[in-house]
């Protein structure tokens, strides 16, 4: 191998072990000068990978329609300030390193209508306010540590705000660690996923079209709920 490409290689190498913090990539840098007039920031995949945590300056970033932050090395909580960005169509920060819990502030994403935020290590409960995206059409929560102890009476396994929303499609809530019953108002959804939770339990809603199911979900200690619908 010649010197060159072999100084390139080692290059490549040290560029993905110590990555890129966000605020110093040029793309985040011209966005932000930018203000209301960035429509998109793609950073899928980046090269070098993104390490840093996500600035809480995005929420300057008003005009945003587009977030791709998704497979980097993202690390830190998500930043409340997100929810400013009232224009943002598609979220997508999905396959990150991602901790901490949901926003409440990102129900002001009242234009969104995809948000993925699967394969991080987020916590908690799901934000009721996540209701407030009218425009929704698919969520994506797996692959996370999302959820609370079914300790609440009458707590239901996803919000039930999420089923009033008009054009929601689809779900992935799968592989959490999420308690309580399904929720009715969810029931119609066309693609649901349950699968692989900790106590998903309670009565089946009778218009979730299962083939062959019925009555009492149990109470599971491993959770793995699948049929029609619900799970895959």
């Known amino acids: 191998m010649v010197p060159e490409l072999i100084f390139l290689t080692v290059a490549f190498i040290m ?3 110590h990555g890129q913090p966000l605020k110093s990539h040029p793309s985040w840098t011209s966005c932000l000068a930018s203000g209301r007039l960035c429509g998109s920031l793609d950073l899928s995949d980046a090269v070098p990978k993104i390490t840093s945590s996500i600035p809480t300056e995005i929420g300057l970033m008003g005009g945003l329609t587009l977030l791709a932050l998704d497979d980097n090395l993202l690390t830190g909580t998500i930043p409340t300030e997100l929810g400013l960005a009232t224009l943002l169509d598609t979220l997508q920060i999905q396959r990150n390193h991602l901790n901490g819990s949901l926003p409440t502030e990102l129900g002001g994403l009242s234009n969104v209508t995809s948000v993925d935020v699967s394969e991080n290590m987020l916590t908690g409960a799901i934000p009721t306010e ?11 929560l797996h692959d996370n540590q999302l959820g609370i102890p079914y300790t609440l009476e009458n707590q239901t396994v996803l919000p039930t705000e999420l089923g009033l929303i008009p054009p929601l499609f689809t779900i992935f809530a799968h592989d959490n660690v999420l308690a309580g019953s399904i929720p009715l108002e969810i029931s119609n959804l066309p693609v649901l996923t349950l699968c692989n939770n900790i106590e998903v339990c309670g009565p089946v809603p009778n218009n979730m079209g299962l083939t062959g199911f019925g009555g009492e979900v149990p109470y599971c200690s491993e959770g793995a709920l699948a049929g029609t619908n619900i799970g895959n």
């Open 130 to 140: 996540l209701g407030r995206m009218l425009r929704l059409r698919s969520l994506y």
């Open 15 to 17: 560029s993905e072990i």
